[in-house]
């Protein structure tokens, strides 16, 4: 999968979360799921972030990316 596919899937993946893709950008995602987390995420750096909140808002987003590419899987050798 290549950078652009990347982000295309996890636009899907969020979106059918029930997250908002602001602009068609699926990377704005990570700031919805911050702000419903409590996590103080801003444009640009973010080195004040504990590694603890910054698990907050990758987490959901790297973890439901994970479970659908396992249903995904799961459905390929459903096919064999």
């Known amino acids: 999968m290549g950078k ?8 899907r993946v969020m979106k059918a ?11 704005a995602v990570k700031y919805e ?20 909140q910054a698990g907050k808002v990758g987490g959901p987003i790297g973890g439901n990316m994970v479970k659908e590419m ?6 390929q050798m459903k096919k064999k």
């Open 4 to 11: 652009n596919e990347l982000s295309e899937f996890k636009g």
């Open 17 to 27: 979360k029930g997250y908002m893709i602001d602009n068609g950008i699926p990377d």
């Open 33 to 52: 799921v911050a702000k419903e987390q409590g996590v103080p995420l801003k444009e640009g750096y973010n080195g004040h972030l504990t590694s603890e």
């Open 70 to 75: 396992v249903r995904m899987a799961q459905e």
